[in-house]
């Protein structure tokens, strides 16, 4: 299961933010299919690079399998669980590679 809570996420372009999903919540449940639609620009790539973790979200939480932790690509490309303060030591340590 994947359970969405309020999540945004925001772009920052210098001084111009721009609100690609404002307070998405939703619950997908084991076995479940799911089609996204909507017009041109309205967060379908964006929720589904979030979903994927490709992306994180700029607030809110996503829950995956009943782990209470934002889901995170590992260095190896496999989805792991982190905290927000293991992510955050991770991503400075990769800024500091040459």
């Known amino acids: 299961m ?3 809570e309020d999540v945004t ?6 001084d111009v933010e721009v609100g690609a999903l404002q307070g998405v919540s939703l619950e997908i449940g084991e076995g479940e299919f ?8 309205s967060g379908k790539s964006t929720l589904m690079n979030v979903l994927g973790c490709l ?3 700029t607030d809110g939480r996503i829950v995956g399998d009943s782990q209470s932790e934002n889901l995170v690509r590992g260095r190896d490309g496999q989805r792991e669980v982190r905290s927000d303060s293991m992510r955050e030591h991770a991503e400075s340590e990769e800024s500091l590679r040459p």
């Open 2 to 4: 994947i359970v969405l």
């Open 9 to 14: 996420k925001i772009y920052r372009m210098g």
């Open 34 to 41: 799911v089609a996204l639609i909507g017009p041109s620009d």
């Open 55 to 57: 992306d994180s979200p």
